[in-house]
């Protein structure tokens, strides 16, 4: 009734009071219509104005996520809309970082100008518990939120503690989330640490993101009634593949190894390569409690100190993990590639395996980029079968680069840490060839399978990344010409070979990073769905995850797809169950990927802060990777970043041009803009926020 009234062409906004008059409403009744109109505000079927007067969701606001900002303002980014609002700082509402609120846009703003509104109301919170550092005071405490973006200190009153004193790492439930003039309540439900003992910084980064630290009791139950090798029964029907020569090839450190290869040659350019992946799902049925635990995790997390497991490690490390030596079951995809890499056939089957030899990126390197003779001679009988892996992957990559897969070759980092946690070195993590060849058929793989089952028809998981933002492209394009160079748009798209085009001209030039980095930020990022839009990134029409089950729930999912489907099993009935669950577990996966990237981003930060805070003083080279209104961002040769102040460029003040992304002296018109070298000083650090203050010192004698 309500709704129809406000959907009525003759309404117009009212007042609780007026509405309450209009539908002849007792006065002892109206809390009773305070609350069906706050039940549709929470929907989002109505709106409210500042005055409070009640009309259609168009009326006054537009609904969106409230992502704060560590300086007290916030953005909200609205469905359908191509920029955020800005929300000043006084115009919150109380709101914090991720809740969904409604936002009243302010009319008129100027063109191209970021539109600016005010929070309404606040129609659903999203942290009922903070991560935090504990301050006490007399007789009551407040915790600093870990999470910059949560910019309000929770008061916890007298008693409400759990006994926590000053510099304990805290977990505190949110009892009032207070207001405009009133900071958020809460009490302490967990004291994980004090913020100075081992390991306390790294758990608290686990609590705030909501990792799980331990497989609850009924899956390690199932785990541990896992058997430790193959049952002669399992090989029954399984093409066996035990006589290939076979090998994994991975880190050194790596424990859980879930693709293995083989490969062979016949004539002038006829390859047959074979992609071995762990039949994971022989052990994780469907429904069962590691299943459920599995999409739940959606992925393991790589800390820098430890690996959170998508299974436990009786699977991941044991019967799942493709062991020298031993008989494995495996899900095979098994491809006949001619000379423009082309794959002419393939054969997708479940395979028995047993792996040869279990070798190393740097192991493989050896042989076929430095030709060691020690390491040659070591693994002598599978020295040509690595040159012939090294040809047919540069192969393929050639291809990928004909058609415009673009290769953003940005350096990792590896933190290497000593037995109390703390950092000791940072080196920059390189990709060498024996990575390459790996990365190289594993696509193969991920594009073969996912061409067979798009064409199928059948319900499937697909790993898509979409064309850029027509907008952000735009804003590249103009930017770009500053230096002379452009890209083409076709119907106002960018094809990825343009990109590639444009990463291969700037290649070596002064502005390679800047470029690099502006190009990069204006992609979209990947996800996963069950609809086949193709990789953008790649250059791919078809493209999947098939190849890691053990670490990633999406592979899992569509191993089980493919062995129903291999067994003739995919009827009406079981097409019918996979259309009605995929896409939930992709939109599951692909959130369940963003926070373990965001966990794994903010353990590196910590450790790399910790680490510069014992080099305060030292001075380095670098290069400006962000420019902002409130400073630059340099980047060091070993990853590092920290934050030169504004406030801190001394000799001229300094205006930010947001269209060139430099800041110009206003007197002197000394300009710093992206990918300029820059000599640094460490001038400090701070813990709490993760961060890292340089000053700029040119001219000062190296360390």
Avoid at 123 to 136: F, M, P, S, W
Avoid at 176 to 192: A, L, M, V
Wanted: with cysteine; net charge negative; aromatic share 8%.
């Amino acid at each position: 009734m309500l709704t129809e009234l406000f959907q009525d062409k003759a309404y117009t906004p009212m007042k609780l009071k007026e509405l309450a008059i209009l539908l002849d409403v007792p006065k002892d009744q109206r809390d009773e219509l305070k609350q069906v109109l706050d039940t549709l505000l929470a929907e989002g079927k109505i709106s409210v104005s500042k005055k409070g007067k009640y009309g259609r969701p168009r009326d006054f606001s537009l609904t969106g996520i409230f992502t704060g900002h560590p300086r007290g303002f916030g953005f909200v980014s609205v469905e359908g809309l191509e920029q955020d609002i800005f929300i000043p700082a006084e115009k919150t509402a109380g709101a914090m970082h991720g809740d969904k609120v409604q936002v009243a846009a302010e009319e008129g703003r100027a063109q191209g100008r970021r539109p600016e509104g005010a929070v309404v109301r606040i129609l659903e919170r999203a942290n009922d518990t903070v991560i935090g550092y504990y301050q006490k005071n007399k007789s009551f405490g407040f915790v600093l939120p870990d999470n910059q973006k949560l910019t309000q200190d929770i008061f916890i009153p007298q008693g409400k503690d759990m006994g926590a004193v000053t510099g304990h790492k805290v977990v505190a439930k949110i009892t009032d989330f207070g207001g405009e003039r009133k900071k958020p309540e809460g009490r302490i439900t967990e004291i994980i640490g004090h913020v100075n003992d081992p390991g306390t910084d790294i758990l608290s980064i686990i609590k705030a993101y909501g990792l799980p630290e331990e497989f609850p009791p009924e899956v390690m139950r199932q785990a541990s009634l896992t058997a430790g090798e193959v049952d002669e029964r399992e090989k029954a029907g399984r093409l066996d593949l035990r006589e290939l020569p076979t090998v994994t090839i991975d880190g050194e450190d790596a424990k859980d190894l879930d693709d293995a290869v083989t490969i062979s040659k016949e004539g002038e350019d006829h390859y047959t390569l074979g992609v071995h992946i762990a039949d994971v799902t022989h052990y994780v049925r469907e429904g069962s409690p590691l299943d459920e635990e599995a999409l739940k995790r959606g992925t393991s997390v790589y800390l820098v100190d430890r690996v959170i497991p998508m299974l436990p490690h009786k699977l991941s490390n044991g019967i799942c993990s493709l062991n020298a030596g031993e008989d494995r079951l495996a899900l095979s995809c098994i491809m006949e590639i001619d000379g423009r890499g082309m794959v002419m056939g393939h054969q997708i089957a479940e395979t028995v395996i047993r792996v040869d030899r279990r070798m190393t990126y740097t192991a493989v390197n050896a042989i076929i980029t430095d030709q060691d003779p020690e390491t040659m001679r070591e693994y002598e009988e599978f020295v040509p079968m690595f040159h012939l892996m090294k040809e047919l992957a540069e192969i393929l990559r050639a291809r990928r680069r004909q058609r415009g897969s673009i290769d953003f070759d940005f350096p990792e980092s590896k933190i290497l840490l000593d037995d109390k946690g703390k950092p000791v070195d940072i080196k920059p993590y390189e990709r060498n060839a024996a990575t390459r060849i790996i990365e190289d058929f594993m696509l193969m793989a991920n594009e073969t399978v996912a061409e067979n089952y798009f064409w199928q028809e059948l319900p499937f998981v697909y790993r898509t990344h979409d064309y850029p933002d027509p907008e952000k492209m735009k804003r590249l394009g103009t930017f770009i010409n500053n230096f002379g160079y452009s890209i083409r748009t076709q119907n106002g798209e960018v094809h990825p070979k343009e990109i590639q085009k444009l990463l291969d001209r700037i290649e070596g030039t002064p502005e390679e990073a800047l470029i690099s980095r502006l190009t990069l930020r204006s992609m979209r990022q990947a996800k996963y769905t069950t609809i086949c839009t193709g990789h953008y990134g790649l250059a791919a029409n078809y493209y999947t995850h098939f190849t890691s089950p053990i670490r990633r729930y999406p592979d899992l999912q569509i191993h089980r797809i493919i062995k129903e489907s291999l067994r003739g099993g995919l009827g009406e009935k079981r097409i019918s169950h996979y259309d009605r669950i995929l896409p939930q577990v992709a939109v599951q996966c692909s959130a369940m990927e963003r926070r373990a990237d965001e966990a794994e981003r903010e353990t590196d930060k910590l450790k790399k802060c910790e680490y510069m805070s014992a080099r305060i003083g030292k001075t380095y080279e670098g290069v400006i990777s962000g420019v902002t209104g409130w400073g630059l961002y340099v980047e060091l040769p070993n990853t590092v970043e920290g934050l030169i102040r504004v406030s801190e460029l001394k000799g001229d003040y300094y205006i930010f041009d947001e269209e060139k992304l430099e800041l110009a002296g206003e007197t002197t018109n000394t300009r710093y803009k992206l990918g300029q070298k820059v000599k640094i000083l460490v001038a400090g650090t701070d813990r709490m926020t993760r961060t890292v203050d340089f000053a700029l010192c040119e001219g000062l004698p190296d360390n």
